[in-house]
């Protein structure tokens, strides 16, 4: 089914009412999709399931538990209560259990992990590939409207394959559980999700729409186009407008450690970063100007364009360590080589 029609189809036909005085006017036919008991209901298996399939001869490992302070505690006891009643976590008496731990959120928040390092070691690896960054954001060089959608424990979207279910579990303080839903740190699991979002959107993608991961950005090229115009938006850690790309506001703003010698890099870095937009959208009917130099450790290059202004903007960068091998070329042919490694990407 696709997409736009699969969307409206799930928002009509529950009987789901969610609280819609946060829902801007253009969504309030799919209420559903935003609602709380359709985040907490428990997905049907499907296709897309997630399997934890490991090595010949190999076993889910098991690990100690970690201490927690009295927050991380209280959190846990919330979180594996919701988990729980929801049916995406079940208990077991599996022989695998991995650790959990508690990480903040960028908004303060604790969000609980599972450490599955260990059982990382040996599954057999999915291979699908997830975009390349610089290339969505290519797509969107024309575009003037944007939305940007972000999934909600978008992972938990996605059952682990019955049967499974044992080789994820986890130990904590509360009790010895399995998931029945696919969780953050299986090293499946991009692999898994970005194969699941581009089939969902298989119809929209480079068209109206490009995902990575579980961020979703609708873009168009006029209001007339588009379900909610906006002035700019967030997208994998990317400020982009009609302008241009640059960084978030408050990555620019973290404080930062840096020893002395550093230091006067640093500042100048810095002060690029913060005349936005960094990066600007490459116009493709207009020439480009490459520069490319080399170091006594490494390579870098800069594609630019001539803007409205005059000056030169980039528009991409480059750089790359140099290999042993190539640490032993003299300088200029270590900068021969700079300028071919430029041109090939």
């Known amino acids: 089914m696709k997409a736009s029609l699969r969307l409206a189809t799930e928002a009509r036909a529950g009987s789901i009412?969610?609280?819609?005085?946060?829902?801007?006017?253009?969504?309030?036919?799919?209420?559903?999709?935003?609602?709380?008991?359709?985040?907490?209901?428990?997905?049907?298996?499907?296709?897309?399931?997630?399997?934890?399939?490991?090595?010949?001869?190999?076993?889910?490992?098991?690990?100690?538990?970690?201490?927690?302070?009295?927050?991380?505690?209280?959190?846990?006891?919330?979180?594996t209560d919701s988990e729980l009643a929801a049916g995406k976590t079940v208990p077991t008496t599996s022989p695998a259990g991995a650790p959990v731990m508690f990480v903040k959120r960028a908004d303060g928040r604790l969000c609980l992990v599972v450490d599955y390092r260990r059982l990382n070691a040996f599954p057999i690896k999915d291979r699908y590939a997830l975009?390349?960054?610089?290339?969505?954001?290519?797509?969107?060089?024309?575009?003037?409207?944007?939305?940007?959608?972000?999934l909600r424990n978008g992972y938990h979207n996605i059952r682990i394959k019955e049967g499974d279910e044992w080789k994820a579990a986890f130990r904590t303080a509360l009790g010895h559980f399995a998931p029945t839903v696919m969780q953050f740190g299986l090293s499946n699991a991009p692999a898994v999700f970005m194969r699941f979002m581009n089939n969902i959107f298989l119809d929209l993608l480079d068209i109206s729409v490009v995902v990575y991961l579980d961020d979703i950005l609708i873009f168009s090229n006029s209001r007339?186009?588009?379900?909610?115009?906006?002035?700019?938006?967030?997208?994998?850690?990317?400020?982009?407008?009609?302008?241009g790309i640059s960084m978030?506001?408050?990555?620019?703003?973290?404080?930062?450690?840096?020893?002395?010698?550093?230091?006067?890099?640093?500042?100048?870095?810095?002060?690029?970063?913060?005349?936005?937009?960094?990066?600007?959208?490459?116009?493709?009917?207009?020439?480009?100007?490459?520069?490319?130099?080399?170091s006594g450790a490494a390579m870098g290059a800069i594609l630019s364009q001539r803007k409205k202004d005059g000056c030169l903007h980039p528009v991409a960068f480059m750089s790359a360590s140099f290999s042993p091998a190539e640490l032993n070329y003299d300088t200029h042919d270590r900068e021969l080589l700079a300028i071919i490694w430029a041109f090939e990407h």
């Open 17 to 79: 009412n969610p609280e819609p005085q946060n829902l801007p006017v253009v969504f309030q036919d799919f209420q559903k999709v935003f609602s709380e008991e359709f985040f907490t209901t428990l997905p049907e298996h499907r296709p897309y399931d997630i399997a934890v399939d490991l090595e010949e001869d190999k076993q889910p490992p098991y690990g100690p538990t970690y201490s927690m302070t009295p927050a991380e505690r209280e959190a846990l006891k919330e979180h």
């Open 131 to 150: 975009p390349r960054q610089d290339k969505l954001i290519e797509k969107l060089r024309h575009a003037k409207i944007f939305t940007k959608l972000d």
């Open 224 to 243: 007339e186009e588009h379900v909610q115009h906006v002035k700019e938006v967030t997208y994998i850690g990317l400020v982009i407008t009609p302008d």
């Open 248 to 294: 978030e506001k408050d990555k620019k703003e973290q404080p930062w450690i840096w020893l002395e010698e550093q230091k006067a890099a640093f500042d100048a870095i810095k002060a690029e970063i913060c005349n936005e937009p960094v990066l600007a959208h490459p116009d493709e009917s207009k020439p480009y100007t490459l520069e490319a130099d080399a």
